[in-house]
Nanobody, 125 residues
Framework: VQLQASGGGLVQAGGSLRLSCAAS????????MGWFRQAPGKEREFVAA????????YYVDSVRGRFAISRDNAKKTVYLWMNSLKPEDTAVYYC???????????????????WGQGTQVTVSS
């Protein structure tokens, strides 16, 4: 599967952005999808993930209540709705697909086999 992330940009603190990740391939609907981010000089960090059906989601504590992940399997697209953005949210955001199946939503990047190219999000103070 190939993933194409988009929607990043420059926004003021308190603002909102919506990231999109479009997938190719026929098995998108069976994959857990995740968003990760990497800030300059820092390790890649899990942000959010959503189960294949969309029925289960999981967030890192720092974004819970501000970000929301959703998916549209008909459009083969996963979204990350980001609200109340803070300067510390500045990073390159990557979408990723976990093709293993199962009930557990993975938060480690090692469990995601497919990655998009990343989209830059910059939040100014």
């Amino acid at each position: 599967v190939q993933l194409q992330a988009s929607g990043g940009g420059l926004v003021q603190a308190g603002g909102s952005l919506r990231l999109s990740c479009a997938a190719s391939g026929r098995t998108f609907s069976s994959y857990t999808m995740g968003w990760f981010r990497q800030a300059p000089g820092k390790e890649r960090e899990f942000v959010a993930a959503i189960s294949w059906s969309g029925g289960r989601t999981y967030y890192v504590d720092s974004v819970r209540g501000r970000f929301a992940i959703s998916r549209d399997n008909a459009k083969k697209t996963v979204y990350l709705w980001m609200n109340s953005l803070k300067p510390e949210d500045t990073a390159v955001y990557y979408c990723a697909a976990d093709s293993r199946g199962g009930l557990v939503i993975a938060t480690s990047g090692k469990d995601y086999a497919y990655w998009g190219q990343g989209t830059q999000v910059t939040v100014s103070s």
